[in-house]
C-alpha cells in the first residue's frame, strides 16, 4: 500500500509532475543520444585505423620495433602466414617490407616511410585499393609503381606518371636508390598515409635492400567478435621468437579512445543528472512541505517514521523514474534510426577527415550502457529522495496536527 | 477495577513565548473502560493539550500517564509510535483522511500498519463502513464526501485497530448541526454496543449533553467533573 500510496501521491499535482517527467524523459534522451553521437566519433576513429592503419595485430622481429633496422626481418614469415590462415579468426593476412628513407621530386625532398607491400593482400587487410582517388592500384605505368597520399604528392608537386626517386640504406648500409613512378594518388583520413608514408610493390622494396624474399612485418584482420589479445597471445605462443602484438598493444591512443567511451557517458550523467536532480529535490520538498498535516497525521496514527521515510523515497524513485522508459525508448529509436542512416558531416568533414574521421557517423550505444543510464537514474532519485524524506521525518505530530 | 488510564498530577508548560504558558497545571484524572466523556472547556483552556497527552502525541513536562498500567509519558517516540498504533484510535477536528485513498483503504491503512492480512482488513473495513451507514461510499476518495461522512470514515478508522480507548478533538467542530447528531447517535451506539471508550472534547452543548461524564477545564485545571446516568 506504500506503493500505491506513493503513486496516487505522484498524480496529485498532474502538472507539476508532469514537468518533472518531461524533464526526465528529454533528459534522458539527451543523455543517451549524446553519448552515442560521442562514442560514434570515438568508434569511427578507432575502427578507421584498425581498418586501415593498425589492423588488429602485426608481427614483427623484437628488434625490429625498435628503430626500424631493416636487418631484423621475420624468421620464417611463411609458417606464420600459414599459422595464420588456418586460424578461423583470421579474415586476411598481408606482408610488408618496411624501410625509413628520403622520397625527390624533381622539386622537393621530404622524408617518408616506404612500405613494400603485396598488392592483392594490401587490398584485403588495409583496403589500400579503396584509398585510391586519381589514378590505379600499382597499374597503368611503367616501370615500377608508387602510390603516395594526396598530401604528399602535393608537398612533392608530382602528379600521376611522375617520376619520384626513393633513397635508403640497403643491408649491407650501402646508400641505394630507385626511381618510381606514380602511379595512384590515395585519400586517406590518416596523416601517415596522406603524407608520411610511399607504398611500393614488396618485391621491388626487397630487391633494392638486398633482403631477397625477407618480411618485416606481418599483419592481419580478424573476423568480427573476435578477443583480438587473445589471439594475439595464442599466436606468440606458437612462435615465440617474434613480436606479437593485437592492435591494443600497437596503439595505446586507441586504448585510451575506448576508455574514454565509458567515462564520456559517465561523465554526461552526472552533468545531467546533477541538473535534473535540483528538479526532483524542489518538487518533492514542495510535496512535503504541503503534506505537513497528512504526514503528521500518518505518524500520530501509527506510522513508524521509517515507513515514511521508505514512502517519500518511493515516491521520488515513481516519479523520477516514470518518464524513463520512455526517454530510454525515445533514445534508443533516435540512435538506431541515425545509426543505420548516419550523420552525414561531410559539410565539416575536411576538418575532421584530417584528424581521421570518416565523414559520416553512425551513433551507437551498447547494451550495457543502457544499463549504466538506467543506475544512474536510480542512484539520481534515491539521492534527490533523501532530503525530502528527511524533512518528511523530522515532522512532530502535535505540530503537524495544530497547524504550525 | 484498575483505571484504563490514570494521569497524575500532570503538567504541560510551553516555553515559546517570554511568559511560560501552563496549558495543563497539576492536573489528576482517571478513566475508566466503556466510558463516553466529554471534555470541556473555554477556547484555551488545556483541552487539546490535555487529549494529546494522554494519546500519548505529546509529553507533559511533569507528572506520568498511565494506561493498562504502562507508563506512557517517558515512552521514547519510536516506542510510543507503535504504542499508539495498538492501543489508541484518533478522530481529529479536521478529518485528516489521506486523500489518495479511497474510504475503504483509510480504514485498511491503520490494519496493515498492524500487519493484519488483507482478507481480515477488508471485511473489518467493510463490515465499520456498514455500521457507520455509509457503506456504499467505501470507493470514494474522502475529496468526494461531504464532511459528515469524511468523519464518520474518521471514527471507522479509530475503531479498525481494535484501541483500546478513542480520543476526538472536537470531532462536531466543522460539521452542521444534522451531521453533528448523527455522528454522535453513532458514535455513543458503538460505545454502548461495543464497550469502546471514548474520550472527546467539545464546544457544543448539544454534544455535551450526550456525554455520560462531563470534565470541565478551566485554565488547565478540572473544575467540575460530573457523572450521569
Ligand atoms: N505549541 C504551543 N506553543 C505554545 N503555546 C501553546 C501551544 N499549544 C497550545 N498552547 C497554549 O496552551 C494553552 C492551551 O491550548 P489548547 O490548544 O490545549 O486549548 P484548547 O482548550 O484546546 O482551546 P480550543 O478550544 O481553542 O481548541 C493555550 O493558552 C495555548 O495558547
Ligand atoms: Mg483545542
Known sequence: MLAILAWRNVWRHKGRSAVVIGAMVVGIWSLTFGAAFMNSFLLSYIETSIRHDVSNGQIHHPEFTKDFDIKFTIAEPERIVRFLEENESVAHVARRSIVNGMIASSRQATGVKIVGVEPAEESRVTLLDSLISEGSYFEGVTGHPVLLGRRLSEKLKVGLKSKIVLTFQDVEGNITAGSFRVAGILDASSTTIDEGSAFVLREDLNRLLGIRDAVHEIAYTTFPGTEDDVLASQVQAAFPNEMVRSWHDLSPLLVFMEQWMGAILQMLIVIIMLALAFGIVNTMLMAVLERVREVGVMIALGTRRGRVFLMIVIETLFLSTAGGPVGLLAGYLTISWLGKRGIDLSDYSEGLKSIGYESVLHPQLFPSDYVTIVIGVLITAILASLYPAWKAIRMQPVDAIRGV | ?229
Open chain 2, 1 to 229: 477495577m484498575a483505571a484504563l488510564i490514570k494521569a497524575t498530577n500532570i503538567t504541560k508548560v510551553y516555553h515559546k513565548t517570554s511568559v511560560p504558558v501552563h496549558a495543563i497545571n497539576n492536573l489528576s484524572v482517571e478513566i475508566a473502560e466503556g466510558e463516553f466523556t466529554a471534555i470541556v472547556g473555554p477556547s484555551g483552556c488545556g483541552k487539546t493539550t490535555l487529549l494529546n497527552i494522554l494519546g500519548g502525541l505529546d509529553q507533559p513536562t511533569s507528572g506520568t500517564v498511565m494506561i493498562d498500567g504502562v507508563d506512557i509519558s517517558r515512552m521514547k517516540d519510536s516506542d510510543l509510535i507503535d504504542f499508539r498504533l495498538h492501543n489508541i484510535g484518533f478522530v481529529f477536528q479536521a478529518y485528516n483522511l489521506i486523500p489518495v485513498l479511497t474510504a475503504l483503504e483509510n480504514i485498511e491503512f491503520i490494519m496493515l500498519l498492524q500487519k493484519r492480512s488483507r482478507k481480515e482488513r477488508v471485511a473489518r473495513a467493510k463490515e465499520l463502513l456498514e455500521q457507520m451507514n455509509i457503506a456504499d461510499k467505501a470507493d470514494h476518495r474522502p475529496g468526494e464526501l461531504s464532511g459528515g461522512q469524511q468523519q464518520r470514515v474518521a471514527v471507522a478508522r479509530a475503531l479498525a485497530s481494535n484501541p483500546r480507548f478513542i480520543l476526538a478533538d472536537e470531532p462536531t467542530a466543522n460539521l452542521d448541526s444534522v451531521s453533528t447528531e448523527n455522528l454522535l447517535d453513532l458514535m455513543a451506539r458503538i460505545n454502548r454496543e461495543q464497550k469502546a471508550t471514548f474520550i472527546f472534547s467539545t464546544h457544543d452543548q448539544r454534544v455535551m449533553d450526550k456525554a455520560r461524564r462531563l470534565i470541565r477545564l478551566v485554565d488547565g485545571a478540572i473544575v467540575s467533573d460530573d457523572v450521569r446516568s
